[in-house]
């Protein structure tokens, strides 16, 4: 699971598979936020790897009035239900960034030129986007920074989202022959018997799996999505999470290896 310049990532697809290809890396899922438009720049350059490419999409979701991201992994990016609902979510980020806009501009800063700047032609954008424009015009010292004054909750340039639910996400993802992955499930920072019940109402909907070992988890993390995949028998993968070279602690393919306990979600590849 990892990002190209069509999200919120720093490369381009083919340096994206450049890069797996020296770390070793023989699969690599590109996951962008809501949209395939990576996946269909390395089909239209007609790169050849040796990295095997999974289809993949990173889709923002709610579930409870809280954001989720649900990975739909080997999807069919040319299926029309997959295509229609990626088409919303992108409608909704452009909504967003218009009245984000807005806001910062009620703030004193505009940020519309530099934000448009970093946007390539197809790509989606972003807040990291917003952030990278903080930092070049001088507002913050860092895009750490920027996600601490502005862009959260409570701070200017923070608009709330509304995004579709996981019904309606899985659905996609399912029509596109894809497996529906939760990422990353300690980011939510949910307690552990919210964890289930989101694992109990998700299955039920056809999210199948979930990210078991990702960059930023500790063993102990580890240990615990292991037992609550088996518990649940949910299909497990593995995300780093990658977006920029300049982020160490998630660099491309850095998580650790799946217990031999668990069913990896490539197995149904
Ligand atoms: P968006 O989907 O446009 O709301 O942007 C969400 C993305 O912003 C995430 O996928 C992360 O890559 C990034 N992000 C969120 N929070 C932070 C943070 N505190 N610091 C840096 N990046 C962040
Ligand atoms: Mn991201
Ligand atoms: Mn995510
Ligand atoms: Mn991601």
Not at 19 to 31: N, P
Not at 132 to 147: E, N
Not at 234 to 248: K, N, R, T, Y
Request: net charge neutral; with cysteine; aromatic share 6%.
């Amino acid at each position: 699971h990892c990002h190209s310049y069509y999200s919120d990532g720093e490369l381009a697809p083919e340096a994206l598979l450049d890069l797996a290809e020296k770390r070793g890396i023989t699969h690599l899922a590109l996951t962008d936020h809501d949209t395939t438009a990576g996946l269909a720049a390395l089909a239209d350059a007609g790169v050849t790897s040796p990295v095997s490419v999974i289809n993949g999409i990173e889709l923002s979701c709610s579930w409870r009035g809280q954001l989720l991201h649900v990975l739909g992994l080997n999807i069919d990016p040319g299926n029309e239900a997959l295509i229609s609902g990626i088409k919303q979510n992108i409608e909704r980020r452009f909504e967003r960034a218009e009245a984000m806009h807005e806001d910062f501009e009620k703030h004193g800063i505009n940020l519309r030129a530099r934000v448009d700047r970093l946007l390539k032609t197809h790509s989606v954008p972003t807040r990291p986007h917003f952030a990278q424009a903080l930092v070049d015009s001088g507002v913050v010292k860092d895009k750490r920074q920027a996600f601490k004054r502005y862009l959260v909750r409570g701070k200017p340039g923070f608009v709330a989202m509304r995004w579709p639910e996981i019904d309606e996400i899985a659905s996609w993802i399912l029509e596109a022959g894809g497996i529906a992955v939760l990422a990353h499930p300690l980011r939510y920072k949910f307690t552990r018997s919210k964890l289930v019940r989101l694992i109990d109402e998700m299955k039920l909907q056809g999210v199948e799996g979930m990210e078991v070992s990702t960059a930023v988890s500790n063993s102990q993390q580890t240990a615990q999505l292991t037992s609550l995949a088996n518990q649940h028998r949910l299909l497990a993968s593995i995300g780093s999470d990658f977006h920029a070279l300049d982020q160490p602690w998630a660099a491309l393919g850095n998580a650790a290896p799946l217990s031999d306990t668990l069913t990896p979600v490539w197995s149904r590849f």
